[in-house]
């Protein structure tokens, strides 16, 4: 097993993504991508901001990775990056990248993987709109998530 | 006295200087007790702090964990640095 | 919506993969790509040859996509890539992307156009081993496909 | 008569020619006899046919679908072209 945690403030190039997941034992990849829309909640966005505690936010990622590594299969390779600072609408904003052996624990672990990213990683996003505005989003309290992974690791699938 | 820097993120920029505050508490406070003095410090700031339910629904982390409510802080140590992390939204 | 359905014998370029989903109203792009493992059953694979029917097989992705689109939302975009001929191993064999606004439905589409296409789609597979032998893999027999998707249509999710 | 051109694909591969059969039947024979008389063409084949199994799970199609096995062939034609499509296995 594998896992390759990563923040990054300049754009995330599919090419290391690929080559990172490559391997002849691995049949199958499941690349999820993220990107900065255009629009959320009927308004228009120009570009989001992306405030992380990166090293809180790596920590974060192996140990979700981890985790999906004792859930689906310890064989199976997982990437996740995630960009820091201002982005474009169509820029990445994360990637999470799974390989295995076979399809069906790529599947599982890329979507629990991107599911406890969202609600555990310490990043916030901030919406820049086409009207000047500019809005922290709300989002998933940490509280009750002290001792790291305690509550999404008690939670069977 | 143990002098506390919390880096401040998400909407937590919007308040003081956008990137930290600093203040002083007495050695042994609880964590829970440090974030009642981070709303003061904050309420006292440039751009003061209005939002008591942002905090209450915050955690202070230092840079390895989040940090339990009922946990000590400054033991041998006269300035630690913490973050104080708003309800999460990456991806 | 829409959809590409293609049958290759060159080389899949991830490039054209990314460009052809990328779009500002889409959040989520979950692309699955099939690669020629080393190994199959405990055997050492050099080599696989896909025989493809392309006009049938390419119909046949169209259709499975187009089902995607009805269960998951017309909104979606959907690219299917199958190779034919010779691979080596490491070589791409399919590609299955799918482009949406949120996550949830790039998921589910993902996965049902896969597992569909593997049942369904006019493809055949020669393994060529490292002791110089080679065989045609068993698969799913089309018998009760005719009229193309009804096996599957019925089956609601 | 009904001249009919079969493709062969995947594990057919390994007879006749690897790459068609070709024989003739009565006009409106149904798709079911016409997997008969492909089962008699190919194991009068130069790599002669033993394997009724696979015949037996395939079907038939055309450039546009699958046969239905009650269908009935060659109205207003002398040629068709069909496939054998053995059980599939991509991705």
Chains 1, 3 share one sequence.
């Not at chain 1, 599919?14 to 391997?23: M, Y």
């Not at chain 1, 966005?45 to 990622?61: C, M, N, Q």
């Not at chain 1, 985790?67 to 609408?89: F, N, W």
């Not at chain 1, 901030?126 to 989003?137: I, N, T």
Request: hydrophobic share 40%.
């Amino acid at each position: 097993m594998t896992v390759l945690a990563r923040v990054v403030s300049e754009p995330i190039r599919a090419e290391l993504v690929a080559a990172e997941l490559s391997s002849p034992q691995y049949g199958a990849q499941l690349v999820f991508w993220g990107l900065v829309r255009d629009e959320n909640e009927g308004k228009r966005v120009h570009a989001v901001s992306y405030d992380v505690h990166p090293a809180l936010a790596e920590k974060t990622f192996r140990e979700i990775a981890e985790e999906a590594l004792e859930r689906y299969g310890r064989q199976l390779h997982v990437v996740v990056i995630h960009r820091a600072g201002r982005l474009a609408v169509g820029e990445v904003s994360v990637v999470v990248g799974v390989a295995s052996g076979h399809r069906d624990e790529a599947y599982q672990a890329s979507r629990y993987v991107i599911e406890q990213l969202k609600t555990r990683s310490p990043i916030w996003k901030q919406e820049h709109y086409a009207d000047g505005d500019s809005e922290w989003l709300l989002g998933h309290s940490l509280r009750g998530e002290a001792q790291g992974h305690a509550t999404a690791a008690s939670e069977k699938p | 006295m143990l002098r506390i820097d919390v880096r401040l993120f998400g909407a937590f920029r919007k308040y003081s200087n956008g990137s930290e505050v600093t203040f002083e508490v007495p050695h042994g406070t609880t964590v829970s007790a440090v974030r009642k003095h981070l709303g003061d410090a904050l309420r006292r700031g440039a751009a003061a702090f209005a939002d008591q339910p942002l905090l209450d629904a915050s955690v202070l982390a230092d840079d390895n964990e989040i940090l339990d409510d009922a946990q000590l802080l400054g033991c041998g140590v006269d300035r630690i640095s913490l973050a104080i992390l708003p309800p999460v939204c990456g991806g």
